[in-house]
């Protein structure tokens, strides 16, 4: 049986961090660990926590960091796990997630990431949608935008050990950087059609509240990764929005598919 480490990167969560660290808690799988790194929440965040000190898979520690990618990276290398994952403190797991998640990892020895579906829910686990994806797609992915989401994505612990990190200059888009790092460096993604995960869509998501850094993030990684015809940086990212539309399509056509 493969161990499944999950890291919970926390910061004035204290509402939500219940959800998330009982979500790991419930699955019915045996071999676990949940650290959760903490950088020194003034809420009540740290009181929550320490109710559930108890659970002989929880591991915290609350300390200064350079910004949830730093966050996510201790805990990275904190775990002991085969299976990695980040699960956000406002974010929590479905039932039989892990059972699910391993069972893939196990049967297909090759693959390096599994990401599946995600039940989109407002601040109070009201249900507003299935965010239903489809197989891996490398172009729909870099070009098209981050349609995986990092809730409901597991990794190899050898991905880890390799030292492939997020990069923390990023503050928005370190899951889609590091998904398209990941993929140009030849690692299997795959795609496990089920809901896995549940993502809260509220007021104090940073995507709502810094949209403009999101898009400069995103050129950044289209620029870096992307193809290139001119170094005129305003054409080359209007060719790149251009692009967009055609693999905007292809996603379409794959969600029909779905596997």
Request: charged share 25%.
């Amino acid at each position: 049986m493969v161990k499944i480490s999950i890291i919970t990167p926390s910061y004035n969560q204290g509402q939500f961090i219940a959800d998330a660290i009982q979500s790991v808690n419930s699955q019915e799988y045996p071999d676990k660990e949940h650290i959760i790194v903490d950088a020194q929440s003034t809420d009540e965040t740290l009181d929550v926590i320490k109710r559930y000190a108890h659970l002989s898979h929880l591991k915290w520690i609350s300390e200064p960091d350079k910004g949830q990618s730093d966050a996510i990276n201790k805990g990275f290398k904190m775990a002991t796990g085969d299976i990695v994952a980040w699960l956000n403190a406002d974010d929590y797991y479905l039932p039989e997630t892990f059972s699910k998640v391993a069972q893939v990892f196990t049967e297909f020895p090759k693959t390096d990431v599994i990401y599946g579906d995600t039940l989109m829910v407002d601040q109070d686990k009201k249900s507003l949608k299935i965010k239903k994806d489809h197989r891996f797609d490398y172009g729909v992915l870099l070009y098209y935008g981050c349609y995986i989401q990092s809730t409901t994505t597991f990794f190899r612990k050898s991905i880890i050990d390799a030292d492939h990190l997020i990069d923390i200059s990023y503050k928005l888009c370190m899951d889609y950087e590091y998904f398209v790092r990941l993929s140009s460096l030849g690692y299997q993604f795959s795609y496990l059609p089920s809901t896995l995960a549940a993502f809260r869509w509220h007021k104090t998501n940073f995507s709502v509240l810094y949209p403009q850094r999101r898009r400069e993030e995103t050129i950044k990684i289209k620029h870096q990764y992307g193809y290139k015809v001119t170094n005129n940086l305003r054409l080359q990212t209007l060719l790149h929005d251009v692009t967009y539309f055609y693999f905007l399509a292809k996603r379409q056509a794959l969600k029909q598919i779905r596997l």
